[in-house]
């Protein structure tokens, strides 16, 4: 009895604080949104975890897609490549540690393809932040 009125103790004060470690429990679902926010360019994307393959897929300027799925404790992610022209982009677009969960505001995660990089959408922030650039391809001669 003693043991188990520690262990719900822990529990308990583990869940009381403000941490979004919580949103790692099993289960928890969570979601991706891909935004275009290209003035005048479709997107092409693809977007993948260790378990799923969503393909490729395209976006039209102004367009969103979510894609929603459940956390498989301690490694669920998702990595997503963006391109667009002559210009591409790769960058992990969830995973379960805490640092990223804060930035995304939780768990949804909002990426936008600009013209000046990839953002991510802080919930918390009301704000864009850019994560990253493009990367330029060459022409192949």
Not at 40 to 69: A, I, N, T
Not at 119 to 127: A, F, G, P, Q
């Amino acid at each position: 009895m003693k043991g188990s009125t520690v262990l719900l103790l822990l529990v308990l004060g583990f869940i009381g604080q403000k941490s979004s470690c919580i949103d790692i429990f099993p289960g928890k679902k969570h979601f991706v949104r891909i935004v275009n926010q290209l003035e005048k360019e479709q997107l092409d994307y693809h977007c993948r975890s260790v378990d799923d393959d969503l393909g490729l897929r395209s976006l039209l300027p102004d367009g969103e897609w979510e894609f929603g799925f459940r956390n498989d404790f301690l490694k669920t992610h998702w990595d997503c490549d963006f391109w667009y022209a002559n210009y591409s982009a790769h960058f992990r677009a969830f995973d379960w540690y805490d640092d990223f969960l804060e930035k995304c505001g939780g768990a949804h995660c909002i990426w936008a393809a600009r013209e000046d990089g990839i953002s991510l959408y802080s919930i918390t922030e009301n704000e864009w932040y850019i994560e990253l650039g493009w990367t330029e391809n060459k022409p192949h001669l």
